[in-house]
C-alpha cells in the first residue's frame, strides 16, 4: 500500500493507526462494509492482550473467508460452518493457544448451527465473533436465517415471509439460555460509540479465554451495504431503524 | 496549529464516504482524486477544524486513517 509517511509536522503524536495485528494487505470487503471495523477490533484485542504469538484465528466461508490473509497470526481456514468444532479440536489438543472464530450469519448461524450450539453447551474455552449482517453477502445476497421479516433478498424479492420461512433466527438469545457459556452478548458496528462498545466486548470475550473462563460469543450487528443495495451511510441508518428493534443490543449471560 | 491532524491511505480507501459522513467537525469531504481501484477517496478539506477526535478513524472499515494529536505543550505555544 502507499506509505503514509508523509509530512507528520513536528508537536504531533500518533494516536490512531494500524494494529500491529493486522497485516499490510487490503482487504476484500465491499466498500463500507463493516466486515472491516470487526476485522479491526479483533485485531486491536489481540494487541492489547500481548497474544498474538499464541493466537490462532478460524476463518468461515463467506466474505471473511480470506482473514488469514488480513493478521498476523496464524489461521485455519474451515469448512463451511465447522469453526466451532475446528476450534475446539485446536483449543483441546493445545490449551496454551488462544483459538478463535470469526463467522457470518450464513456461516454460524445456518451451515453451522449445530458445531456453534454444541461448543457452546460444552462451555469451550474458545472466543466466537459472530458477524449478523442479516443476508448472504459473498454468494449474492440471499436469505438468511437472520434475515428480518419483510426484507428484501435476492431469494425473498417480495420480501422475507416468516409463514413460510421462519423468523430471524435469535442466536444469541438463544445459546444464552444454555448452562455451558461464560459470555454471550450482542453489539452493533453503526457509528463510533457502538465501536467502542464492541471493542470492550471483543476485550472481554478474549480475556475470558485467557483466563480460562469458558466459552464467549461476541455478535455484531453489521451491515452489508451491497446486497441492502444501499449507500454505507444509509445501511447504518437502517440497522439502527430496522435491525436493532429485531437485534437489541447488550449483553445476554455473564457468568464471572 | 490545529488540535488533530489526519492521514488518509488514499490506496487503502475505498471512498465509502462513512469518515466524511460521521466527522463532526465537517472536516471530511471527497476529494477529486481517484486511486489504483478507481474509488473517489476521501481527504481532509478543512484541516484546521480536526480536533484529534478519531470518529473517522473507528468507523473506516479500511483503517486507512491515522490521527495526529497536538502535543500539550505546543497547542499551548500555539494558543
Ligand atoms: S479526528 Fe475527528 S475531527 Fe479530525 S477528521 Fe477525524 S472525525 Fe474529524
Ligand atoms: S471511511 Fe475509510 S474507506 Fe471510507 S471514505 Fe473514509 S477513508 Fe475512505
Redesign the pocket.
Known amino acids: 500500500m502507499s506509505p503514509v509517511e508523509t509530512s507528520i509536522p513536528a508537536g504531533y503524536t500518533k494516536v490512531f493507526g494500524r494494529p500491529n495485528s493486522l497485516s499490510d494487505a487490503p482487504t476484500t470487503y465491499c466498500p463500507g462494509c463493516h466486515h472491516g471495523v470487526a476485522t479491526r477490533l479483533v485485531a486491536e484485542v489481540i494487541d492489547e492482550l500481548g497474544i498474538q504469538e499464541r493466537t490462532v484465528g478460524i476463518a468461515p466461508v463467506g466474505c471473511a473467508v480470506f482473514l488469514y490473509r488480513f493478521y498476523r497470526c496464524d489461521f485455519v481456514q474451515a469448512a463451511h460452518g465447522r469453526a466451532c468444532a475446528v476450534a475446539t479440536g485446536l483449543k483441546r489438543a493445545n490449551p496454551e493457544l488462544i483459538v478463535f472464530s470469526y463467522q457470518g450469519d450464513g456461516d454460524l448461524a445456518a451451515i453451522g448451527t449445530a458445531e456453534t450450539v454444541h461448543a457452546a453447551n460444552r462451555g469451550e474455552n474458545i472466543t466466537v465473533v459472530f458477524i449478523n449482517n442479516q443476508i448472504y453477502g459473498m454468494t449474492g445476497g440471499e436469505m438468511a436465517p437472520t434475515t428480518l421479516a419483510g426484507q428484501h433478498t435476492t431469494t425473498t424479492p417480495r420480501g422475507r415471509d416468516v409463514a413460510t420461512t421462519g423468523y430471524p433466527l435469535k442466536i444469541s438469545e438463544m445459546l444464552a439460555q444454555l448452562d455451558g457459556p461464560t459470555y454471550i452478548t450482542r453489539q452493533s458496528l453503526h457509528d463510533a460509540p457502538h465501536v467502542a462498545k464492541a471493542r470492550k466486548a471483543l476485550l472481554t470475550g478474549f480475556q475470558n479465554q485467557v483466563e480460562g473462563k469458558g466459552f464467549s460469543l461476541v455478535e455484531l450487528v453489521a451491515s452489508c451495504p451491497t446486497n441492502f443495495k444501499m449507500s454505507p451511510q444509509k445501511a447504518n441508518k437502517w440497522l439502527v431503524e430496522q435491525a436493532l428493534p429485531a437485534f437489541p443490543l447488550g449483553d445476554l449471560k455473564v457468568r464471572d | 496549529m490545529p488540535k488533530?491532524m489526519?492521514v488518509i491511505d488514499k490506496e487503502r480507501c475505498k471512498g465509502c464516504g462513512l469518515?466524511v459522513a460521521?466527522?463532526?467537525?465537517g472536516?471530511?469531504a471527497f476529494s477529486e482524486e481517484h486511486n489504483s481501484s478507481g474509488y473517489n477517496v476521501a481527504m481532509?478539506q478543512h484541516p484546521e477544524?480536526?480536533?484529534?477526535?478519531?470518529?473517522?478513524?473507528q468507523i473506516c472499515p479500511d483503517v486507512a486513517?491515522e490521527?495526529y494529536r497536538l502535543d500539550r505543550a505546543e497547542s499551548k505555544g500555539a494558543a
Not at chain 2, 22 to 25: E, G, K, L, T, Y
Not at chain 2, 49 to 57: D, F, S
Open positions: 488533530g489526519t469518515c460521521a466527522c463532526p467537525f472536516v471530511l481532509a477544524k480536526c480536533t484529534a477526535c478519531m470518529v473517522c478513524a486513517i490521527v
